[in-house]
């Protein structure tokens, strides 16, 4: 089993900075893909950004590109979510995901088996 932990969320203002980190425990021996999504009240839970099981490929949403960077630290179980120039439109909770190897889809939540609980991130106008 696995366990998926975010932190680092919180109430930032516009053009703002927040770093979020998911810690993985449970199964380290194998490799893993892991990605961010958010979700806000009333919509479906969409895909901000994943980082390959081997370090090689990243993917991100449009919406983020150029402001959001996914990174990793295999040494500490940890995918940190480098997250620059904020606007209230990324207003959401930030959810931690991971996957055996990679997801057949990388962009649809079905593609993760783990989940974390979430962290809230507010970003005022």
């Known amino acids: 089993q696995v366990q998926l932990a975010e932190s680092g969320g919180g109430l930032v203002q516009a053009g703002g900075s927040l770093r979020l980190s998911c810690l993985r425990s449970?199964?380290?021996?194998?490799?893993?893909?892991m990605g961010w999504f958010r979700q806000v009240p009333g919509k479906e839970r969409e895909f901000v950004a994943v980082?390959?099981?081997?370090?090689?490929?990243?993917y991100y949403a449009d919406s983020v590109k150029g402001r959001f960077t996914i990174s990793r630290d295999n040494a500490k179980n940890t995918v940190y979510l480098q997250m620059n120039s904020l606007k209230p439109e990324d207003t959401a909770i930030f959810y931690c995901?991971?996957?055996?190897?990679?997801?057949?889809?990388?962009?649809?939540?079905?593609?993760?088996?783990?989940w974390g609980q979430g962290t809230q991130v507010t970003v005022s106008s």
């Open positions: 995901a991971a996957d055996p190897g990679d997801p057949i889809e990388w962009t649809s939540v079905e593609g993760y088996t783990y």
């Open positions: 449970g199964r380290t021996f194998s490799r893993y893909a």
């Open positions: 980082i390959s099981s081997n370090d090689d490929r990243v």
